[in-house]
């Protein structure tokens, strides 16, 4: 039985599922073209315990499936252990940025939470992120606001799954925005948090927490939308070790990184510590290497180490390129193990700060720091760090919906 490659006591990476790497891994669905080298749908299931590369959390957006009446089609979500996996659920609020027509109020919060109280654990609530402003019916910050406002009481009063815990989403562009925002929505009896927009921000999002922490409203779990920068992951990981002094929330953060990478013929190689960043490398996607005895240039995964470039590639697949929907999730798989590792190694460098060692780039062990001290002072708001004050990390898109097809 495959171990997580996170532990526990770490903030926890959940990689967003795409609709097809749901659906080929079932065994009811063989692919069209097989999996190489004798490999199952279950040896790549990384929901089952027991397969080689496990990861106990994942997200799915309901964006996927919001003209879909049936929500989520057979495979790995369906079939999942509850007892050993974890499924976030997110809105899909993203989804309106591009296509505005679909949110219809109240049809659509309802829609969504009854998708959510079936497939998932935790689910976020449906808000109407600041980047909509400018499409459709939102012209400003407070038509956002108070679109969500609407969403919440519906969310709150039609709630029937006691069991799912539902995330609050905090939205804004700046502070002011982020904190009015946190007022706003404050007193809606959910059980934790999710951060979009410029809420994500490091300062914003500790100066956050903090207020949490004080006015005795921080819940049980904390989720960062569209994040998996290694220096981001160690920066979640000390705040979960700084609030364990406030209680025992858990920490989580997404990104579908591993299937757009893998859709655009790009994975990841390693991790480069003089920067603190995953390395990345593109594939010769040439049709031509299909059936070629050419081994996979990257050997640190399960499928990396296993497979050739001519068992990835196709002449007949879906794609000029000749990556099909089997190509696609084999590099998905590759991609996603090789970004939990990743991060896992980055936690592993951040531990040896506490022991006198030191980081690349410079200023992350101060910031490292500064975090867990902060956030677990008793008072934290009134001891805000200098060595935070005006530090912008980069942020990944919160958009999810990509699905290789």
Same mark, same amino acid.
């Given at each position: ?13 959940a990689p967003a599922l795409q609709r097809s790497f749901i659906t080929i891994m079932d065994p009811a ?24 590369? =496990?990861a106990p959390w994942t997200l799915l957006s309901w964006g996927q499936f919001i003209n879909s009446p049936a929500g989520v089609p057979p495979g790995i979500v369906g079939s999942r252990d509850? *007892? ?11 989804? =309106?940025? @591009? ?14 939470? @009854? ?19 400018? *499409? ?16 919440? %009481?519906? =969310? ?29 929505? *404050? ?15 490091? +300062? ?65 190689? @390693?991790? *480069? ?15 031509? +290497?299909? @059936?070629?005895?050419?081994? =996979? ?77 902060? +956030? ?12 935070? %004050? ?16």
């Amino acid at each position: 039985m495959a171990q997580p490659i996170i532990p526990h006591w770490r903030a926890q990476y959940a990689p967003a599922l795409q609709r097809s790497f749901i659906t080929i891994m079932d065994p009811a669905r063989p692919p069209r073209r097989p999996f190489p080298a004798g490999l199952t749908g279950e040896d790549l299931n990384i929901l089952d315990p027991a397969a080689h590369v =496990f990861a106990p959390w994942t997200l799915l957006s309901w964006g996927q499936f919001i003209n879909s009446p049936a929500g989520v089609p057979p495979g790995i979500v369906g079939s999942r252990d509850r *007892k050993a996996t974890k499924l976030i659920a997110d809105s899909g609020g993203f989804q =309106f940025i @591009g296509a505005p027509h679909l949110f219809t109020a109240h049809s659509t919060v309802f829609a969504y939470l @009854g998708w959510a109280e079936t497939h998932a654990d935790v689910a976020m609530t449906m808000d109407i992120p600041t980047r909509a402003i400018g *499409k459709g019916r939102w012209n400003s910050f407070q038509d956002c606001l108070d679109d969500t406002l609407v969403n919440l %009481k519906d =969310f709150s009063n039609a709630r029937t799954n006691d069991d799912l815990i539902v995330l609050n989403v905090l939205q804004g562009r700046d502070w002011q925005e982020c904190l009015a925002w946190y007022d706003a929505v *404050k007193h809606y009896p959910f059980d934790g948090w999710a951060f979009g927009g410029g809420s994500r921000d490091l +300062l914003t999002m500790t100066r956050l927490i903090a207020r949490m922490v004080e006015e005795n409203r921080l819940g049980r779990h904390l989720h960062v939308l569209g994040t998996s920068s290694l220096q981001r992951a160690v920066e979640l990981s000390a705040i979960k070790m700084g609030l364990g002094q406030h209680g025992d929330a858990e920490v989580t953060f997404d990104t579908a990184t591993p299937s757009m990478m893998a859709a655009n013929g790009l994975i990841f190689t @390693g991790a *480069k510590w003089t920067s603190f960043t995953s390395e990345q490398a593109r594939l010769p996607l040439d049709p031509q +290497l299909s @059936g070629s005895p050419f081994l =996979f240039p990257a050997t640190d995964t399960y499928l990396g180490s296993r497979l050739t470039m001519g068992e990835i590639l196709t002449r007949g697949g879906l794609s000029q390129s000749g990556l099909d929907s089997t190509g696609h999730a084999l590099l998905t798989h590759h991609n996603t193990e090789q970004l939990l590792r990743n991060i896992e190694e980055a936690n592993r460098w951040a531990d040896l700060v506490s022991g006198g060692g030191q980081l690349n780039p410079p200023g992350l062990a101060q910031r490292l720091h500064d975090v867990f001290a902060y +956030l677990g002072a008793y008072a934290p708001e009134k001891t805000i760090s200098g060595h935070l %004050k005006g530090f912008q990390d980069a942020l990944d898109d919160e958009w999810q919906e990509t699905s290789w097809t």
